[in-house]
């Protein structure tokens, strides 16, 4: 098995405490409302949201791949951090044993957040990972953050 790693920052606009709060901690009900092209629902199957919890995030109409399933393995609401990881699903494609992501929103200079974000790839045996994959996904990810960013903005109430 081999561990590929890949880092990610994202800048917004909103402030950290914020945009944890969407980004994590209401994701389940935020995401099929902004983005229901890539996620059509999110479920908690086992747990109470917290480390060891599991989620079902089935995919939307836009997205290839139909669902996964997270495991919670940390959630820090204090330094707004939050790390999982995809232990089952198409997305996995036969390629990784689980792919692990830990994401930091931060307070940037000036105002606004950084979002800090670390994917690491657990290969199945010998098997080469095509970059352009990763490309994607780490695109798939910066939009994420854009749409919730613009969501926030035009309902500037919520997440208070």
Do not use: W
């Not at 995401?31 to 995919?59: M, N, R, Y």
């Not at 290969?123 to 780490?138: L, M, P, R």
Request: hydrophobic share 35%; proline share 4%; charged share 25%.
């Amino acid at each position: 098995m081999g561990v590929i790693t890949y880092e990610m920052e994202v800048a917004t606009s909103i402030p950290p405490a914020k945009m944890f709060k969407a980004f994590v901690l209401d994701a389940d009900n935020l995401f099929p409302k902004v983005v229901p092209q890539a996620i059509k629902s999110s479920e908690l199957i086992e747990g109470d949201g917290g480390p060891g919890s599991i989620k079902k995030i089935t995919f939307g109409e836009g997205s290839q791949f139909k669902y996964v399933k997270h495991k919670v393995e940390g959630i820090d609401k204090e330094n707004f951090s939050y790390s999982y990881s995809v232990i089952e699903g198409d997305i996995l494609m036969d390629t990784f044993e689980k792919i692990s992501y830990e994401t930091k929103f931060m307070a940037a200079p000036g105002g606004g957040s950084i979002c800090k974000s670390s994917s690491k790839y657990y290969t199945i045996g010998d098997i080469e990972i095509n970059e352009d994959q990763i490309k994607a996904g780490k695109e798939r990810a910066s939009g994420m953050y854009k749409a919730v960013e613009a969501y926030l903005l035009a309902n500037p109430d919520l997440h208070n």
